[in-house]
């Protein structure tokens, strides 16, 4: 442990600690050094202490996030079909591959799944380029097109014939030509948050905010814990009804400018379908810190604070051990000294 870390650790101990002497039985506020203490005179048969034992395993530090759960920050969809808009998706609509995204002069504009736009039309033979294999990888998960590498799709007679199906499919005319007005193209499949569009209205532009179709926890990271909150850590969510399923940690960034600004995480959640009815709520994240293994732990409250400095636990012979302590967490400490054994019965506060 580091300098500056034991630092900390004895500052919060020395806070967690004073409410326990004030507490405990007898007032014992400061003793003498332990090493030179007598034993304490046997307590009367008519007065029960209480006593705990030193166990030896891990001990964690767990940082708690207040959060809520949704779908993630909307983004603007750009459209570029020229016409008129007859037809608009409800919010909360899935747009998946191959959906249509809306209907302009009654026309279908389809969704397209990747991070390419299409920036030109494909209406030559023998065009390739990122735009292609993008186009040629959604034909082949949409079964239009035969499975191969899309990197070495090119526009020949099987592509041309499976825009045509497609084209069929979609009750539009078969031309086998593609162009960016005649589709969207998102990075993955979204979920409508919001229409800003009205039927009637010009369809290029941005009729429609989406965001992502997996439900997502954003939680602000108190300022103490933001230098230990990281991606890839494992997390807990307890949901409003009680339930903990099981997160990850995907980023971590700050939001707002100034004395505005906030550490945020955005958490993924394992298990969607358990959280496919909550579209919203607050929620409560936990993720594991710090963490030490195979020590010997006390519970706080059996800490002695010594005048000169420093603490001591006492056993049940009355015998004050001085010990230094670690990690603190949950109210455990953990502890090591002379004599301190896993087993060991320690005199605590009630």
Do not use: C
Not at 22 to 49: F, H, N
Not at 232 to 260: K, N
């Amino acid at each position: 442990m580091s300098r500056d870390r034991r630092r900390r650790t004895f500052a919060i101990a020395a806070a967690a600690v004073g409410a326990t002497l004030l507490l405990a039985a007898g007032g014992v506020a400061a003793v003498t050094k332990a090493t030179e203490q007598s034993p304490e005179p046997a307590p009367s048969s008519q007065v029960e202490r209480a006593t705990a034992e030193i166990e030896r395993g891990d001990l964690s530090l767990t940082a708690t996030l207040d959060g809520s759960i949704g779908f993630g920050a909307a983004e603007p969809v750009s459209v570029k079909a020229k016409g008129t808009i007859t037809w608009l998706p409800a919010p909360g609509t899935d747009l998946a591959r191959g959906a249509t995204a809306l209907r302009v002069d009654d026309h279908a504009i389809p969704v397209l799944i990747g991070t390419t736009a299409l920036y030109r039309p494909l209406t030559s033979w023998g065009m390739t380029g990122a735009d292609v294999s993008m186009v040629a990888a959604n034909l082949m998960e949409l079964g239009y097109l035969r499975r191969a590498d899309p990197a070495d799709a090119r526009t020949n007679s099987a592509f041309r014939a499976a825009v045509r199906s497609w084209q069929k499919a979609l009750g539009l005319e078969r031309t086998g030509d593609l162009a960016p007005t005649d589709v969207v193209v998102l990075t993955a499949e979204s979920r409508i948050a919001k229409v800003t569009a009205r039927l009637g209205d010009t369809a290029t532009g941005t009729p429609f905010t989406a965001s992502t179709t997996a439900r997502i926890v954003q939680a602000v990271v108190p300022a103490g814990d933001a230098g230990l909150v990281g991606a890839g850590a494992a997390a807990e969510i307890e949901l409003p009804d009680g339930r903990v399923l099981e997160g990850t940690i995907r980023d971590v960034g700050t939001a707002g400018d100034g004395a505005q600004s906030q550490v945020r995480a955005t958490v993924e959640i394992a298990d969607q379908k358990a959280v496919a009815e909550v579209d919203a709520g607050a929620v409560v994240v936990r993720v594991v810190t710090t963490t030490v293994a195979d020590v010997l732990i006390a519970p706080v409250p059996a800490l002695i604070a010594l005048a000169e400095g420093g603490y001591a636990l006492q056993d049940e012979s009355g015998r004050l051990r001085a010990v230094t302590i670690g990690l603190i967490a949950d109210g455990r400490v953990e502890v090591t000294g002379d004599g301190i054994t896993a087993g060991m019965t320690v005199v605590t506060a009630r």
